[in-house]
């Protein structure tokens, strides 16, 4: 093989473990400086600050000498207390009780819960930030609802409206606001009736479908994703058949039962061609539980985008707390119907889905990937809470224990609380690495 076909490869290669090492640096720098922050507010000193293990690459030594430093491998970081490398020496008698009360260990109960629960918090924190700034830039459609762009569309597709058009009604159904658009049903066609308020007066175009079969968004990993689709792609025809909403494609995938389907794709004016092969997949419903469906990975959207109005601060970050308690809840639903046996484990990605999760999302473009750290930074909050010893969570069982009983738990049964709950998160680690190597192609 000539060199020069595997180039590409290696800028996907690197362009995917860039992507990865910057989500997970962002993510763990948060998490990280919530531990150290609030320790350092609780008074307890932190010597070590490490973003990353092993050689120090970089490193100074700030006033309150703690050691802010950059390691060689950025796949993870750790907060180094004062005390933590012989607490038990630390815990003694014989230290001076003012130093003893800077060491994790010396500190009061609520100190040392509140330094370890600050870890989670940020990390739901950077969520909460990200997706309140994206609502608020994104904004709110403006009633009365208002074409800002049109999305491109081959010539096949009929199409008379223009940027401007204020949207009175499709097909006879009123659909002034986003919501009434929403509400409205639309049949499979070519395409329909809009009248419209142009330079104030009313008119009645031709337009196609207002959800019509544009790749709005692709799925890492997923059938669409596998074989080059990308965003603004229009699905023109699936086995010959030609298709005008993203409805009728929907349909379409789901009645393949997994069958190969011929796809013809408009792409800047270009006609390509592709073989698309849906997988099964599970899919968590509103009422709770999972359905499992054939998809391809792909999402749609409106024939236009809207006018838009910034929305207020308060509506925006309610809106981020509910994608948040989304992302909480399905998770911890998709993992118990895992455990369970309900639905797939494939469900489960290893490091190597994540790494490749965040670059296709990065390939997709800046506001993508942000979304896409603050949703890692969900599910990396939530995964330290669990009560599994040697994870945040477990920590915070221990002082639950030391509150209720006070005192800590026994040397020996630590010590085998933190070996059991170290083999679990390894053996989860290799599960998931297996699926995304072997078990789950």
């Not at 409805?247 to 270009?270: C, F, H, K, T, Y």
């Not at 970050?317 to 809840?329: C, L, R």
Request: aromatic residues 10%; charged residues 10%; contains cysteine.
């Amino acid at each position: 093989m000539d060199i020069a076909q595997l180039l590409p490869q290696f800028g996907n290669i690197a362009f995917t473990l860039a992507a990865f090492v910057l989500a997970l640096s962002i993510i763990v720098a948060v998490h990280e400086y919530g531990h150290y922050i609030v320790g350092r507010w609780s008074g307890i000193h932190a010597e070590v600050f490490s973003l990353g293990f092993g050689p120090v690459l970089l490193s100074r030594v700030d006033r309150r000498g703690t050691r802010w430093q950059l390691a060689a491998l950025p796949f993870g970081g750790y907060v180094k207390f004062l005390g933590d490398a012989n607490a038990a020496s630390v815990g003694g008698t014989a230290v001076d009780p003012a130093l003893r009360r800077r060491t994790m260990l010396g500190a009061p109960l609520w100190a040392r819960a509140a330094t370890v629960a600050a870890g989670p918090v940020f990390n739901f924190i950077l969520s909460l930030v990200v997706f309140t700034g994206i609502f608020l830039v994104q904004g709110q459609p403006a009633d009365p609802l208002t074409i800002a762009r049109l999305q491109p569309l081959p010539d096949s597709f009929v199409q008379e409206l223009q940027p401007g058009d204020e949207l009175v009604e499709i097909a006879g159904q009123p659909v002034g606001t986003i919501d009434a658009l929403f509400a409205a049903q639309f049949p499979v066609a070519a395409g329909f009736d809009y009248t419209v308020r142009r330079d104030g007066a009313l008119r009645v175009v031709q337009g196609p479908h207002p959800y019509p079969p544009v790749i709005f968004g692709l799925n890492p990993n997923s059938a669409a994703y596998d074989i080059d689709l990308r965003v603004g792609d229009v699905i023109t025809e699936v086995d010959g058949v030609p298709v005008h909403a993203f409805s009728q494609l929907v349909d379409m995938v789901l009645a393949s039962n997994g069958a190969p389907m011929q796809v013809a794709v408009w792409r800047g004016g270009e006609v390509l061609d592709f073989v698309l092969v849906p997988r099964r997949a599970d899919l968590p419903r509103a009422e709770g539980g999972f359905e499992t469906r054939w998809l391809v990975g792909i999402s749609g959207g409106m024939l236009f985008e809207p006018q838009t109005v910034t929305p207020g601060v308060l509506s925006s970050v309610g809106a981020a707390a509910g994608q948040i308690w989304y992302i909480i809840t399905s998770s911890l639903s998709g993992l118990w119907h895992m455990i369970t046996g309900a639905i797939s484990s494939c469900n489960l990605s290893g490091p190597v889905g994540i790494a490749q999760a965040s670059g296709a999302m990065a390939s997709q473009g800046v506001t993508s990937f942000i979304w896409f750290v603050a949703l890692l930074s969900t599910a990396v909050g939530l995964l330290n809470l669990f009560p599994v010893p040697i994870l945040d969570g477990g920590h915070l069982v221990f002082h639950a224990y030391e509150a209720v009983t006070g005192k800590l738990p026994g040397d020996k049964a630590l010590r085998l609380l933190m070996a059991v709950g170290l083999s679990l998160i390894l053996t989860l680690m290799v599960f998931a690495l297996a699926n995304d190597l072997f078990l789950c192609p």
